[in-house]
């Protein structure tokens, strides 16, 4: 994370304050107002906010249309996904120079779910690249200004470059490998895929510190029972405290939708905000990126509460 | 091995409609062992066949349809046979297929699916191992293949999709092959590989098809 600051994301995370990230999953749509409104809300609570590409391998609007538009017209920078599930290595480079002539400055790069596990099975998975490999030819584009055969590109783009990782895989040892592959392939930062369980997170943060390059833990903020359920029962490796099911089952329960509602935000604002201090206070975690999608009101009571 | 399944027989027959005398052409080495193309085999579908209205005018089983040479060879004695045929139907590999077409010059028809390169385990228990891919790189995965038992092709590890060692394609069912690879390298003692980078994987050569080898005299 050496160099020129290019992005509000890496000037946060330099500056080693606690950072907050967002998430936005524009669907089948070519409308993007809702996503911008949402975006605008939660503007100044978070520094950025990830747009996704084509998650679960559900066919959306592509993230690079939408990561543009979302920054361009709530001001608030994006993160701009991207997959090697759908692209060879041509068409991705040629969108990564699409990206950086549009302004986008974050990626986050990600091997992908794979296609039969969407709503186009019958698609040919390409996974021309890895992670890691999608991780290093980012690095060189940027660094060295080439492309993967080494020629030269004219005003090579600048980008901070993101990677994922998991803290719920199980074996660890082969993910903490990964880990290490990522930073050496030239990861600027990273974000991680949901943990509930405050240990988890805490025994991840122990093994990679010593890379000291920054981790954003990531949260989900549980709109209501429904959601928990589902994700409780769909979701590998997570698995939403009994103490928080227990509570969101007894909140379902109130039949007053306001009341409802309230007590939903009550019992979220609680778990996560004392997740938060409890991450920042004793952590070398970076930040929190907090996946809420269809739940952003949360997202500037949650920063708040978590002060 | 290459690993094949027999056709239903009424794909067969659907596929035989317009043909009335058929030849049937067996294979002596991989659908042998597979039981899917071995004399036992060809004799229950020349039953078959008859059983179903067809005239099944000789049947031989050669030893490797695949090889030229020995198509020509064991199919010499039954030049005639063949010619007054109208069909030939290879209980062979896709390759067998096509080198019988090639060299009999007659309308075949395959009884087979060829399904993968693979293992035996029992008979009735076949694995896919190797996908051809013409860079093989067994040496740095301690000799499990991520090019057929990685659905996404990974080179560098798991994907975020591997929980409690099982793959996220197909429901977790299956074990996923970064997690054997590790455990493989490390009771090897040779997590160094597994640590090292593994560069993308040059597809011109695979992208050339069909690939050949010609053997060049210096
Ligand atoms: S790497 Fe796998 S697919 Fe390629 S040749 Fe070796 S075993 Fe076959
Ligand atoms: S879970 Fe393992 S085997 Fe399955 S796609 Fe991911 S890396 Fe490949």
Known sequence: ?307 | MIITEQKSLEEILRMLESFRKVFIIGCGTCATVVQTGGEEQVKQMAERLKNSGKDVVGAVVVETPCDARILRRDTRNFKNVIQSSDVILCMTCGAGVQDVVEHLRKPSIPALNTKFLGIIEHIGEFYERCRACGECILHETGGICPVVRCPKGMLNGPCGGMYDGKCEVGGYKRDCVWVLIYDRLKELNMLDIYRSYKPPRDNSKLNVQPRDIIWVKN
């Open chain 1, 1 to 307: 994370m050496s160099g020129e600051t290019i992005s509000e994301l890496m000037a946060s995370l330099k500056s080693g304050k606690f950072t907050f990230t967002g998430e936005l999953e524009p669907e089948k749509t070519t409308n993007l107002n809702r996503y911008v409104e949402a975006a605008k809300k939660i503007k100044g609570y978070v520094v950025a906010c990830n747009i996704t590409d084509n998650p679960q391998s559900f066919a959306y609007i592509s993230s690079l249309a939408a990561s543009y538009i979302i920054q361009r017209d709530s001001g608030l920078e994006t993160i701009y996904q991207i997959t090697c599930r759908d692209r060879n290595r041509i068409a991705i480079f040629s969108d990564l120079l699409g990206a950086s002539a549009l302004g986008i400055r974050n990626v986050l790069a990600l091997t992908g779910d794979h296609t039969t596990l969407g709503d186009t099975p019958h698609a040919k998975p390409v996974f021309d690249l890895d992670s890691v490999q999608l991780i290093k030819m980012i690095r060189r584009i940027v660094d060295e200004g080439i492309d993967m055969n080494g020629k030269p590109i004219e005003s090579p783009p600048k980008f901070f470059i993101g990677a994922g990782a998991n803290p719920n895989a199980h074996p660890i040892e082969p993910e903490l490998i990964k880990f290490e592959k990522k930073v050496y392939a030239g990861a600027d930062f990273f974000q991680t895929q949901v943990v509930f369980d405050i240990e988890k997170a805490k025994n991840f943060l122990k093994e990679t510190s010593k890379y000291n390059v920054p981790v954003i833990i990531g949260i989900f903020p549980l709109k209501s029972y429904g959601v928990a359920e589902y994700f409780d029962k769909n979701v590998p490796g997570v698995k939403v405290p009994k103490d928080l099911m227990d509570a969101l089952a007894k909140a379902s329960e109130i039949s007053d939708k306001n009341l409802r509602r309230a007590k939903y935000d009550k019992i979220n604002l609680k778990y996560f905000s004392n997740f938060i201090k409890e991450l920042r206070g004793t952590t070398s975690a970076s930040g929190c990126h907090i996946m809420s999608v269809g739940y952003e009101e949360i997202i500037p009571l949650l920063v708040k509460a978590a002060e």
